[in-house]
């Protein structure tokens, strides 16, 4: 029997999803919250238990979502956050303050990117705060957690009073899922089996646009579409946030308008599509995109955030007169700005009917593709092979995940077949969101094989959640790029607080018991060894690749040339 359960029976405090359900008795704190956490899809939770969260963790145990246990809190919040980018609204449920407080960097990366996560977080129970004791895990006052909390999430909630638990939790889940950005729920241990106090049933949020606000938006886009001479729309990662992909593909299709993606983006729509241009991201992108965009009379965003990584640190050269630029947060044609309208309202109605039904196919750029490399088999790997090789075995069933550095930057040229298929914390740009990651994408669709693209630094980290990896059957490829040490800070100041220890990566699997380890030094020992970590679907498999410190893409070269600039 586990601590949860003991605790949970000593206590005569068990109480199940389906007595919580049952209409002789009210529902309790805990029980709604898992509830309505199920009624809007969600199968799995991440997280570490402790003492003040094991009371929820027992009604967990019985309930039909399952808690996935992980290494570090942070690993759990980043887990969570790529499980919502697959799934649709990730969970993370740990301790007060030890356990919330180091999640607080997953879950910042989580709202800058616009990942729907609720963190759920244990507390002390009301009555033992009485005159103001020192309990463990307390910072300052028994606030200060929540009141962090408050600064990146979207919403947040703390469930300390039954007559108002149950809107709150309705609220907050309401917001994650209206704002795809993180919420925060505190519920104190001796709250989680109290009763509701009156009855209560979740509320129907109904939103709509201004109708005359929409009417006049979508008169004004459709006309500017329909007069322009190279219309190029630039998709963005609201795209896929808010399920728009279809919607788009078929504005793209029926009105012969080419498209492209920002980095953040990136596999918002399938990369083999003939209409796609590639990724758009200013002067660190292929020069016949960032022209071809640049030089549109119509450039129709769509969900694109334009961040300084997006804009290719701010070298993008776009004229707001000839941009239409819809995101969640504001719709803006031209100099025109228009308020009460949904973004998916104005996506749906634009693409309802054909703006060019005479529109011949547009001539576009063709989108270049990584070549194969020119080495031979005894040659050292280099960047370009690497990336080379990797975009020929990528297939419909694969999904990248690329960490920070040169795993981000030399990535953004790999086909992605399908949509939805690479993840990155492209604008956050927090080191070690890779492997945690994988775990995240494997829990929500364990179809989904990860190629997990991570720097040395970026591995010693979070590579621990291999451990998690192991534990749950899954089997990511996951491959070190090993440049002994922070490659991108070496193009920005050169310094010996840029050199880390070189482990042998590839002996990892022995630590854990399982999984299958690599040393690549050439480019036939990469073929030999992603050859036998395709065949080998049973556990994760880790290609330690060798690489010159000052071996990087051409995309990071321009990168930190613009950076440096600004030391």
Same mark, same amino acid.
């Given at each position: 029997?586990?601590?949860?359960?003991?605790?949970?029976?000593?206590?005569?405090?068990?109480?199940?999803? =389906?007595?919580?359900?049952?209409?002789?008795?009210?529902?309790?704190?805990?029980?709604?919250?898992?509830?309505?956490?199920? +009624?809007?899809?969600?199968?799995?939770?991440?997280?570490?238990?402790?003492?003040?969260? !094991?009371?929820?963790?027992?009604?967990?145990?019985? =309930?039909?979502?399952?808690?996935?246990?992980?290494?570090?809190?942070?690993?759990?919040?980043?887990?969570?956050?790529?499980?919502?980018?697959?799934?649709?609204?990730?969970?993370?449920?740990?301790?007060?303050?030890?356990?919330?407080? =180091?999640?607080?960097?997953?879950?910042?990366?989580?709202?800058?990117?616009?990942?729907?996560?609720?963190?759920?977080?244990?507390?002390?129970?009301?009555?033992?705060?009485?005159?103001? *004791?020192?309990?463990?895990?307390?910072?300052?006052?028994?606030?200060?957690?929540?009141?962090?909390?408050?600064? %990146?999430?979207?919403?947040?909630?703390? !469930?300390?009073? *039954?007559?108002?638990?149950?809107?709150?939790?309705?609220?907050?889940? $309401?917001?994650?899922?209206?704002?795809?950005?993180?919420?925060?729920?505190?519920?104190?241990?001796?709250?989680?089996?109290?009763?509701?106090?009156?009855?209560?049933?979740?509320?129907?949020?109904?939103?709509?646009?201004?109708? +005359?606000?929409?009417?006049?938006?979508?008169?004004?886009?459709?006309?500017?579409?329909?007069?322009?001479?190279?219309?190029?729309?630039?998709?963005?990662?609201?795209?896929?946030?808010?399920?728009?992909?279809?919607?788009?593909?078929?504005?793209?299709?029926?009105?012969?308008? *080419?498209?492209?993606?920002?980095?953040?983006?990136?596999?918002?729509? =399938?990369?083999?599509?003939?209409?796609?241009?590639?990724?758009?991201?200013?002067?660190?992108?292929?020069?016949?995109?960032?022209?071809?965009?640049?030089?549109?009379?119509?450039?129709?965003?769509?969900?694109?955030?334009?961040?300084?990584?997006?804009?290719?640190?701010?070298?993008?050269?776009?004229?707001?007169?000839?941009?239409?630029?819809?995101?969640?947060?504001?719709?803006?044609?031209?100099?025109?700005?228009?308020?009460?309208?949904?973004?998916? $309202?104005?996506?749906?109605?634009?693409?309802?009917?054909?703006?060019?039904? $005479?529109?011949?196919? %547009?001539?576009?750029?063709?989108?270049?593709?990584?070549?194969?490399?020119?080495?031979?088999?005894?040659?050292?790997?280099?960047?370009?092979?690497?990336?080379?090789?990797? +975009?020929?075995?990528?297939?419909?069933?694969?999904?990248?995940?690329?960490?920070?550095?040169?795993?981000?930057?030399?990535?953004?040229?790999?086909?992605?077949?399908?949509?939805?298929?690479?993840?990155?914390?492209?604008?956050?740009?927090?080191?070690?969101?890779?492997?945690?990651?994988?775990?995240?994408?494997?829990?929500?669709?364990?179809?989904?094989?990860?190629?997990?693209?991570?720097?040395?630094?970026?591995?010693?980290?979070?590579?621990?959640?291999?451990?998690?990896?192991?534990?749950?059957?899954?089997?990511?490829?996951?491959?070190?790029?090993?440049?002994?040490?922070?490659?991108?800070?070496?193009?920005?100041?050169?310094?010996?607080?840029?050199?880390?220890?070189?482990?042998?990566?590839?002996?990892?699997? $022995?630590?854990?018991?399982?999984?299958?380890?690599?040393?690549?030094?050439?480019?036939?020992?990469?073929?030999?060894?992603?050859?036998?970590?395709?065949?080998?679907?049973?556990?994760?498999?880790?290609?330690?690749?060798?690489?010159?410190?000052?071996?990087?893409?051409?995309? !990071?070269?321009?990168?930190?040339?613009?950076?440096?600039?600004?030391?």
């Amino acid at each position: 029997m586990t601590t949860a359960k003991k605790i949970a029976a000593r206590n005569s405090k068990k109480t199940t999803l =389906s007595k919580t359900n049952n209409t002789s008795s009210p529902p309790t704190i805990g029980g709604y919250l898992i509830q309505r956490l199920q +009624d809007y899809g969600l199968k799995d939770m991440f997280g570490i238990p402790g003492d003040f969260v !094991l009371g929820f963790y027992g009604l967990l145990e019985e =309930s039909p979502i399952r808690m996935i246990g992980c290494t570090r809190e942070d690993c759990a919040g980043y887990a969570a956050d790529a499980y919502a980018r697959i799934h649709g609204l990730g969970a993370v449920c740990v301790t007060y303050c030890v356990g919330g407080l =180091s999640t607080c960097n997953s879950i910042a990366g989580a709202f800058a990117e616009k990942s729907p996560v609720v963190v759920i977080s244990g507390a002390p129970g009301v009555q033992e705060r009485r005159n103001d *004791p020192l309990l463990h895990h307390r910072v300052r006052d028994f606030g200060t957690q929540r009141e962090v909390f408050e600064k %990146i999430t979207i919403a947040s909630a703390d !469930l300390h009073d *039954p007559l108002t638990a149950f809107r709150e939790i309705d609220r907050c889940l $309401d917001a994650a899922v209206r704002y795809k950005r993180p919420v925060y729920l505190e519920l104190p241990r001796d709250r989680v089996h109290s009763p509701a106090i009156a009855p209560h049933a979740p509320p129907t949020f109904d939103r709509t646009s201004h109708p +005359d606000a929409l009417k006049a938006a979508i008169g004004e886009a459709r006309e500017r579409i329909a007069k322009a001479k190279q219309p190029v729309i630039l998709a963005g990662i609201e795209v896929h946030r808010f399920g728009l992909r279809e919607q788009i593909l078929e504005l793209a299709e029926q009105n012969q308008i *080419p498209m492209c993606a920002t980095l953040l983006g990136k596999s918002v729509i =399938s990369e083999r599509h003939p209409l796609y241009l590639g990724v758009y991201e200013g002067a660190m992108g292929r020069r016949e995109v960032t022209e071809y965009v640049e030089n549109s009379d119509c450039l129709i965003m769509l969900g694109a955030f334009m961040t300084d990584i997006n804009l290719g640190i701010y070298t993008a050269k776009l004229d707001a007169q000839n941009c239409i630029s819809a995101t969640t947060e504001q719709l803006r044609i031209g100099h025109h700005h228009f308020h009460d309208v949904l973004f998916e $309202d104005f996506v749906n109605t634009l693409q309802e009917a054909p703006i060019r039904p $005479d529109a011949e196919a %547009i001539e576009i750029p063709k989108r270049q593709v990584l070549k194969k490399s020119k080495s031979t088999d005894a040659d050292a790997v280099t960047i370009q092979s690497l990336f080379g090789h990797i +975009d020929q075995i990528l297939d419909d069933n694969m999904v990248v995940i690329a960490d920070v550095g040169d795993s981000l930057f030399a990535s953004s040229d790999l086909t992605i077949h399908k949509h939805t298929e690479y993840l990155s914390p492209a604008y956050y740009t927090s080191m070690g969101f890779a492997v945690p990651a994988a775990l995240g994408v494997q829990t929500a669709d364990k179809n989904l094989r990860p190629i997990v693209l991570v720097g040395d630094g970026a591995f010693q980290m979070t590579c621990m959640e291999l451990s998690s990896i192991v534990r749950n059957h899954f089997n990511p490829i996951v491959v070190v790029l090993n440049n002994k040490g922070y490659t991108t800070e070496r193009f920005l100041q050169e310094g010996p607080f840029n050199d880390i220890l070189n482990w042998n990566y590839h002996r990892i699997p $022995d630590l854990f018991g399982a999984g299958w380890g690599f040393e690549v030094r050439t480019l036939g020992e990469l073929k030999q060894s992603m050859a036998a970590a395709l065949a080998h679907k049973d556990a994760f498999s880790l290609l330690n690749v060798h690489l010159e410190p000052n071996d990087i893409s051409p995309a !990071l070269e321009r990168l930190a040339e613009k950076m440096s600039q600004t030391l």
